[in-house]
């Protein structure tokens, strides 16, 4: 099933410039400011194309990997972005399968000289192993909105050709194609038009091309690894990494959450580059950021179709941002003979239909209150007892199934409540019952829960308003 297709949006029209002689001594300043901020942005966007323009003509291309024509038919060919001085505009949706590398030498036929004869097992840059990471991503000028939906690498799928087994041997099997099929056949056969595949070495470059990153550590992580020279050694607390500290971030997987959690951690990254990294000057660097990391980047994207994805992220509202993770659960000891991340077939359905744009076969009901599980993480430091007027305001509203779950550890100015299946009408009818709070949609929540609500400090405001007005 191939995505919808539609013509890019027309460029709005300028507002008639004032004929009055009355006010035009006052608005003159004003034309002048415009004049050069337009200016300016064509020449930052003529650096920049005239930059990738170089980068396209004098380095190696970006598609390392070597497609027969049957695997090149699994991905749509056709345009996405425009041509001439809309070469940065999207043309139609988009679905982009990303996929993160970590390579070990036995995972390669033939591995690096200087990776042989060695006590430990280094990371190197090859696109030929296992998919530590997994993600599919629309990019839609329709909606405005990207949605990035996290695969977990457990995921146990069928592979054509080759059984059941956890989707991140699709790779191994058969590269970025038999991975694309894979992902298509498993979230219901969505279609995917081009992939991307980075090595984790490329991953930390990327970051410290980037400035290094901010973001919170949600605890103390300290692991090591002496087979692969793998030191983490993380505290907890708001910080800046540079690359090597966010991949020890991002590859610490050893809590009761595994690799889900690992996920969480991606997720909470990723939104935070986004609001660091997504603005024009770090379009105008891209030359430069491509020119650090293109020989560890495998993609059939062109150098023309990438800054058209990068122009429509930071042309992207954050709030139109959707991070989501593939519906299912854990297995059971002993349910498999190893351990997997079992997908639920109408947890997709209903995922897809409602951010991909694929059609249900059901119709989508309308949300009952009383059926959606709400789990409330408090970032105050509050005692229990701080949060049960907030559960009686719930229940006030129709939600019955409240819970309280872990704390949520980075302190919060502005509570988020978190989409944490996707369903972000669920997520808005809450917020408005409660009349605070942001919305978010991400997986970040409590894992068994529809929506967790973070309580931020301004539900501390919002009650205390509500004690004094009691009071009178």
């Keep these: 099933m191939t995505i919808q297709r539609t013509s890019a949006e027309g460029n709005p029209s300028s507002n008639a410039p004032n004929s009055s002689g009355k006010n035009s001594h006052n608005t003159k300043p004003g034309r002048w400011l415009w004049f050069w901020m337009g200016m300016?942005?064509?020449?930052?966007?003529?650096?920049?194309?005239?930059?990738?323009?170089?980068?396209?003509?004098?380095?190696?291309?970006?598609?390392?990997?070597?497609?027969?024509?049957?695997?090149?038919?699994?991905?749509?060919?056709?345009?996405?972005?425009?041509?001439?001085?809309?070469?940065?505009?999207?043309?139609?949706?988009?679905?982009?399968?990303?996929?993160?590398?970590?390579?070990?030498?036995?995972?390669?036929?033939?591995?690096?000289?200087?990776?042989?004869?060695?006590?430990?097992?280094?990371?190197?840059?090859?696109?030929?192993?296992?998919?530590?990471?997994?993600?599919?991503?629309?990019?839609?000028?329709?909606?405005?909105?990207?949605?990035?939906?996290?695969?977990?690498?457990?995921?146990?799928?069928?592979?054509?050709?080759?059984?059941?087994?956890?989707?991140?041997?699709?790779?191994?099997?058969?590269?970025?194609?038999?991975?694309?099929?894979?992902?298509?056949?498993?979230?219901?056969?969505?279609?995917?038009?081009?992939?991307?595949?980075?090595?984790?070495?490329?991953?930390?470059?990327?970051?410290?091309?980037?400035?290094?990153?901010?973001?919170?550590?949600?605890?103390?992580?300290?692991?090591?690894?002496?087979?692969?020279?793998?030191?983490?050694?993380?505290?907890?607390?708001?910080?800046?990494?540079?690359?090597?500290?966010?991949?020890?971030?991002?590859?610490?997987?050893?809590?009761?959450?595994?690799?889900?959690?690992?996920?969480?951690?991606?997720?909470?990254?990723?939104?935070?580059?986004?609001?660091?990294?997504?603005?024009?000057?770090?379009?105008?660097?891209?030359?430069?950021?491509?020119n650090v990391v293109k020989d560890n980047i495998d993609t059939n994207l062109t150098v023309e179709e990438l800054v058209a994805l990068v122009g429509f992220g930071v042309r992207t509202n954050r709030t139109n941002m959707q991070m989501l993770m593939l519906p299912g659960r854990f297995s059971e000891p002993n349910e498999y003979n190893a351990s997997y991340w079992i997908p639920s077939k109408n947890g997709i359905a209903k995922l897809m239909a409602q951010h991909f744009g694929l059609e249900s076969l059901s119709e989508n009901p309308v949300n009952d209150p009383t059926s959606v599980r709400v789990a409330i993480q408090d970032s105050t430091g509050s005692d229990r007892s701080q949060l049960r007027p907030l559960i009686n305001a719930l229940e006030k509203a129709g939600y019955r199934n409240v819970y309280v779950a872990n704390a949520w550890t980075e302190p919060l100015e502005v509570t988020n409540i978190i989409a944490q299946q996707g369903d972000g009408n669920s997520a808005e009818s809450i917020r408005n019952a409660l009349g605070f709070g942001e919305v978010r949609v991400e997986s970040t929540g409590s894992l068994n829960s529809d929506i967790s609500i973070q309580v931020g400090k301004d539900w501390l405001q919002q009650k205390s308003l509500s004690e004094d007005s009691s009071k009178f």
Excluded: C, W
């Design 40 to 290: 300016g942005g064509i020449a930052m966007v003529s650096a920049t194309a005239g930059a990738l323009l170089a980068v396209s003509l004098t380095s190696t291309p970006l598609q390392q990997a070597q497609l027969s024509p049957q695997e090149e038919a699994v991905f749509d060919g056709d345009a996405i972005s425009g041509s001439g001085l809309r070469f940065s505009e999207l043309t139609r949706p988009v679905n982009l399968l990303v996929m993160g590398m970590s390579v070990l030498p036995p995972d390669v036929q033939t591995p690096p000289a200087e990776a042989q004869n060695l006590r430990y097992l280094p990371q190197v840059n090859s696109f030929d192993g296992l998919a530590d990471v997994m993600l599919m991503v629309k990019f839609d000028p329709e909606t405005k909105k990207i949605a990035m939906l996290s695969i977990p690498r457990d995921t146990r799928t069928r592979i054509e050709g080759h059984g059941v087994r956890k989707i991140n041997a699709a790779n191994v099997e058969g590269g970025p194609a038999l991975t694309a099929t894979t992902v298509s056949n498993l979230l219901g056969g969505v279609g995917i038009d081009r992939y991307i595949r980075i090595n984790v070495l490329g991953v930390g470059k990327l970051i410290d091309a980037l400035g290094g990153v901010t973001v919170y550590v949600p605890k103390d992580m300290k692991y090591q690894d002496h087979s692969q020279h793998l030191y983490i050694n993380l505290k907890a607390g708001k910080q800046h990494l540079n690359g090597d500290q966010v991949l020890q971030l991002l590859r610490f997987r050893h809590d009761e959450l595994g690799d889900i959690g690992r996920i969480q951690r991606q997720q909470m990254v990723m939104r935070a580059l986004m609001d660091q990294a997504l603005n024009p000057v770090t379009v105008a660097q891209l030359p430069k950021i491509l």
